[in-house]
């Protein structure tokens, strides 16, 4: 960041500046937890006019560089909170670099300890390429096989589909310095051509339709990795089931559900190499988030049991499983910009008692955007102390943040109140003086030590803001 300049602040404070955080983390209870991005949407740098806030399937339209410097500051980040690594969706286009500029984000990551995934479509979702005229790239290949073709994408019985998909793996992972690959084979997508129909002959008759489909796509990927994962213990492959693992069936719902749709899907029975298995847990933790004073001294209330999507004790029907969240995104109430750390917490603890390894959250937003920063902070916490209270949070990791471990804890408490509405008049004239206090440093004159107090300040102003007035003024969504 050595272009910025120096001005008042040193390098090293500079870094900090930018509310990149590094922090003193243990080895992680949930080791496999990543932050989830589509590219268009990951913007750590501000200044690009082609800057975009939502979407799966649209076009890139930020510069080249952008994506190299947003994926690289994304990578500090992740390295300095303890988080292993990213998801990347659009890893891939012509539009900003193709594969050199892939090289670069993911050999950037490495050189960080930080692991990159690549979002790879097996039927769906542009393929291993996602965007532009090459081999690995969907509509590329269909337009070259055109008898591959079907409704929503690749039908997966066609031998040339597996080919293909094989031969990209293999030139996936020769090319790129890349952790790990994220499959997904296109949300629910059914293919009834004759030949997958055929296959529903010889499956249990009850086994849910997109799942036998999942196990038709993703069977040979998974397998053929085996070798790869031998040969790197620390490779983390994940595949997208789009559903909670709560036995049952939900009607009328297919989107983020809770429930598996059976008892237990047959592909855990046919796939021999399963790798990671991702479970979407959004709608398995609880849609009306515990207020955070309840996890104030209490990490593990038993009020979070109370909830029929998760019962206590449930475990997924196989191990090495992975929960992902669209809490705090756009793909949820529009939740991109809010604070969510309840909802952290709680997909923390509840994955660790569930015996998962890890949980993704989404991490497009820039942390120079407080809520944003705070949710970070907190899935780096828990993450690493899953049964952690709140006040563990705010000594811990507030406390480093702020460097004072009475002030992040009083910080965190200060919001806990004001979440649940329970803010006195004398806390918030202690809000205010803290901010009166921290707006000093900034006056003209002020002979401070801004490298120190930047987080303080902007954390505080933020909660001033918040709790006191001008709300509209600081969640404005732009970012
Ligand atoms: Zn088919």
Redesign the pocket.
């Known amino acids: 960041m050595g272009e910025l300049g120096q001005g008042n602040i040193n390098g090293w404070e500079l870094e900090k500046n930018m509310m990149i955080f590094n922090l003193t983390r243990p080895k992680p209870r949930l080791p496999e937890s990543f932050f989830w991005t589509w590219d268009q949407s990951t913007n750590w740098m501000l200044d690009d006019p082609g800057l975009q806030n939502f979407g799966s399937s649209n076009i890139y339209l930020k510069k080249p560089g952008t994506f190299v410097k947003d994926y690289e500051r994304l990578s500090d980040f992740a390295a300095g909170l303890g988080v292993k690594g990213i998801f990347v969706w659009g890893f891939l286009r012509d539009s900003h670099g193709g594969v050199e500029a892939a090289k670069r984000i993911a050999s950037y990551a490495a050189g960080k300890g930080v692991v990159m995934m690549p979002g790879a479509g097996t039927t769906s979702y542009g393929g291993l390429y996602y965007e532009g005229n090459h081999p690995y790239n969907l509509k590329t290949f269909i337009e070259k096989n055109p008898s591959a073709k079907?409704s929503g994408g690749i039908?997966?019985?066609?031998p040339i589909y597996k080919e293909w998909i094989l031969e990209g793996l293999d030139w996936m992972f020769e090319t790129f310095q890349i952790g790990g690959i994220n499959f997904e084979n296109g949300d629910f997508f059914i293919?009834?051509?004759?030949?997958?129909?055929a296959?529903k002959e010889n499956w249990p008759r009850d086994d849910p339709d997109f799942f036998r489909m999942q196990a038709?796509a993703n069977k040979l990927p998974l397998e053929h990795l085996k070798k790869q994962a031998d040969k790197n213990k620390d490779l983390l492959i994940t595949w997208a089931t789009y559903t909670g693992f709560l036995p049952g069936i939900e009607k009328g719902r297919m989107t983020m559900t809770p429930y598996m749709g059976c008892g237990r899907p047959a592909l855990f029975d046919d796939i021999k190499e399963l790798h990671s298995t991702q479970w979407t847990l959004t709608r398995m933790v609880r849609q009306n988030p515990l207020a955070l004073t309840k996890f104030m001294d209490d990490g593990v209330p038993e009020e979070l049991f109370d909830n029929e999507c998760w019962p206590k004790g449930l475990e997924p029907p196989v191990g090495n499983g992975v929960g992902f969240i669209h809490q705090g995104s756009q793909w949820i109430n529009g939740s991109r910009y809010n604070q969510i750390i309840s909802t952290i917490k709680e997909s923390c603890l509840r994955a660790y008692m569930s015996g998962l390894k890890g949980v993704s959250i989404h991490g497009e937003v820039t942390s120079m955007h407080v809520p944003n920063s705070l949710n970070y902070l907190a899935f780096s916490h828990f993450i690493h102390w899953p049964e952690d209270t709140l006040r563990d949070f705010g000594r811990k990791t507030l406390g480093e943040v702020f460097d004072n471990e009475a002030e992040g804890e009083r910080f965190i408490e200060l919001v806990a109140h004001w979440d649940f509405g329970t803010l006195t008049d004398g806390e918030k004239a202690e809000i205010t003086s803290k901010r009166k206090e921290l707006v000093a440093l900034v006056q003209v004159g002020a002979d401070a030590d801004m490298g120190r107090n930047m987080h303080r300040f902007r954390f505080w102003c933020w909660l001033q803001k918040m709790a006191i007035g001008e709300k509209e003024m600081h969640t404005a969504s732009f970012y």
């Open positions: 079907t039908c997966p019985s066609n293919c009834d051509c004759d030949a997958c129909k296959h038709l």
